[in-house]
């Protein structure tokens, strides 16, 4: 079976443009979660969705932005970029929602920001 | 803020040595996760721990819970190459559905 997959796999945008990223989660799971990695830094919560539906935001401004499809499927916006944004997007994917659940991590999207 | 405190940063072994990273949470957490980062790679589930005072072990690498819930050790013993890469400590908050991360130790093989 697949994992979770990411695209695109590396992406460069300037200042102020925004961005749409990409994730396909393993067939069955149905939770999907954001993180922030920036180097040399633990993964940081942005999102998770469950049943198209947002189940929790971490501490992140409103220039970030998903939505989970009916396919499970999720997309993360982030608009007005900022340098600071310039990091590793990673999409996790579980069977529910649950705390004991494992995260499964796809590879990533490599955002630089110029 | 909530915090998951992972030291030391780095940790510089000559092959066949031990290794061992510590996490500490300012509150109660209700699990705690470790994961394995390879260079260039994503977090990979390695384990979970859930009781006060648990212990688990897989084939080198001991993972332990401390009795407050709020600290945890991963402990590797005789370190192989294959080893390489960044260990990372989650854990939920009892009151958040948020998983917390450390910052994460870096095992580094010396040549």
């Known amino acids: 079976d697949a994992g979770v997959t990411q695209s695109p796999t590396h992406l460069i945008k300037t200042r102020g443009q925004h961005v749409t990223l990409r994730c396909s989660p393993i067939?069955?799971?149905?939770?999907v979660s954001w993180y922030q990695q920036v180097l040399g830094q633990g993964p940081q919560f942005i999102f998770q969705?469950?049943?198209?539906?947002?189940?929790g935001r971490g501490n992140f401004p409103d220039r970030f932005s998903a939505r989970q499809f009916p396919n499970y499927s999720s997309e993360l916006n982030v608009n007005a970029l900022l340098l600071g944004d310039s990091a590793l997007y990673l999409c996790a994917s579980s069977l529910v929602p649950d705390r004991n659940q494992p995260q499964h991590f796809g590879d990533g999207t490599r955002l630089s920001i110029l | 803020g909530q915090q998951v405190m992972q030291i030391p940063q780095y940790q510089h072994v000559q092959e066949g040595e031990d290794f061992t990273t510590y996490c500490n949470s300012s509150?109660?957490?209700?699990?705690i996760q470790w994961y394995k980062q390879r260079p260039g790679g994503h977090p990979v589930f390695l384990i979970q721990l859930v009781k006060s005072g648990e212990v688990k072990k897989q084939k080198r690498l001991t993972f332990q819970f401390g009795e407050a819930k709020k600290n945890s050790s991963l402990h590797i013993t005789a370190t192989q190459t294959t080893d390489v890469g960044t260990y990372f400590c989650?854990?939920?908050?009892?009151?958040?559905?948020?998983?917390?991360w450390g910052a994460g130790t870096k095992l580094i093989i010396k040549p």
């Open positions: 067939s069955g799971h149905k939770s």
């Open positions: 989650a854990g939920h908050m009892d009151s958040n559905y948020q998983l917390i």
């Open positions: 509150t109660t957490l209700s699990n």
């Open positions: 969705y469950y049943e198209k539906e947002e189940r």
